[in-house]
Nanobody, 126 residues
Framework: QVQLVESGGGSVQAGGSLRLSCAASGYTYSRYCMGWFRQAPGKEREGIASISTRSGTTYYSDSVKGRFAISQDDAKNTLYLQMNSLKPEDTAMYYC???????????????????WGQGTQVTVSS
């Protein structure tokens, strides 16, 4: 089993920054791929960033590339999402997710990973 707990959401003005955290516990092999997804009201869930916890390889959706950065702190078993240059369209519930997949790129972001956190709300005002 894997447990994921997000934190760091909040309200910010357009152009601002936030950093989300995801504290992970459970079997390491069950979270070889970790990432961030988001869902705005009335919209489909969108996978935006992923990382291979073994190689450190990252992948981003076009909607956040160049503005968001995913990273991990192995010592703290924590995943981060640094969000810069935030836009009102970034407003959504953000979820941390993980599973034991061997590849963690664009296809992984379009699937539904096995483990999910409870989500943290990000609101960006114009």
């Amino acid at each position: 089993q894997v447990q994921l707990v997000e934190s760091g959401g909040g309200s910010v003005q357009a152009g601002g920054s936030l950093r989300l955290s995801c504290a992970a516990s459970g079997y390491t092999y069950s979270r070889y791929c970790m990432g961030w997804f988001r869902q705005a009201p009335g919209k489909e869930r969108e996978g935006i960033a992923s990382i291979s916890t073994r190689s450190g390889t990252t992948y981003y959706s076009d909607s956040v590339k160049g503005r968001f950065a995913i990273s991990q702190d192995d010592a703290k078993n924590t995943l981060y999402l640094q969000m810069n240059s935030l836009k009102p369209e970034d407003t959504a519930m953000y979820y941390c997710a993980a599973d034991g997949s061997s590849t963690c790129g664009g296809l992984w972001l379009r699937r539904r990973p096995n483990y999910w956190g409870q989500g943290t709300q990000v609101t960006v005002s114009s």
